[in-house]
């Protein structure tokens, strides 16, 4: 008895010892999107410091577009404030954005019923604030046009 006692215990040994090699596919995408995002960010940034560096010589083009770009960081850091684990009120929290915004939810709502865990749940909500963010400044602050015909 003692002997298959004690070849149990040490077979339950050797087999809980075995470990698996853990796989890096969420992690690395995890990485890349976080990558995307603030590189997304970045360049959103830099647009607005190259317009502000076009109009610093005319004070009430460059009044209008401080202001409105103040609207728009002051979103972002609500964003960084907000509580992700309460799915709804962030949904909200995004409609309410894109209202302030003037600008329409149709593509945005295309994720709303995917069951997320938070810290991807957190990852898509900085996504879509940062594409009402992007429209906001094409629109309104930058006054992007579709077909800009230049006069020679």
């Known amino acids: 008895m003692k002997k298959y006692f004690t070849i149990l215990l040490v077979s339950v040994i050797i087999f809980s010892c075995e470990t698996k090699e853990e796989d890096?596919?969420?992690?690395y995408l995890y990485g890349k999107l976080e990558e995307s995002i603030i590189r997304d960010e970045n360049t959103l940034n830099s647009i607005y410091y190259k317009y502000c560096y076009d109009i610093k010589n005319d004070s009430l083009e460059r009044k209008r577009y401080?202001?409105?770009?103040?609207?728009?960081?002051s979103i972002d850091e609500?964003?960084?404030?907000l509580d992700f684990s309460?799915?709804?009120?962030?949904?909200?929290?995004?409609?309410?954005?894109?209202?302030?915004?003037?600008?329409?939810?149709?593509?945005?709502?295309?994720?709303?019923?995917k069951n997320l865990n938070d810290s991807v749940f957190k990852k898509m909500m900085r996504i879509n604030i940062?594409?009402?963010?992007?429209?906001?400044?094409?629109i309104r602050i930058h006054r992007f046009t579709a077909m800009k015909v230049e006069d020679k």
């Open 78 to 81: 609500k964003l960084k404030n």
């Open 86 to 113: 309460n799915h709804e009120k962030a949904l909200k929290f995004r409609d309410s954005v894109a209202k302030v915004f003037g600008i329409p939810l149709k593509f945005l709502k295309d994720d709303d019923n």
């Open 24 to 27: 890096d596919s969420y992690k």
């Open 130 to 138: 940062l594409r009402l963010r992007e429209t906001y400044h094409g």
């Open 66 to 73: 401080d202001s409105l770009y103040k609207i728009s960081v």
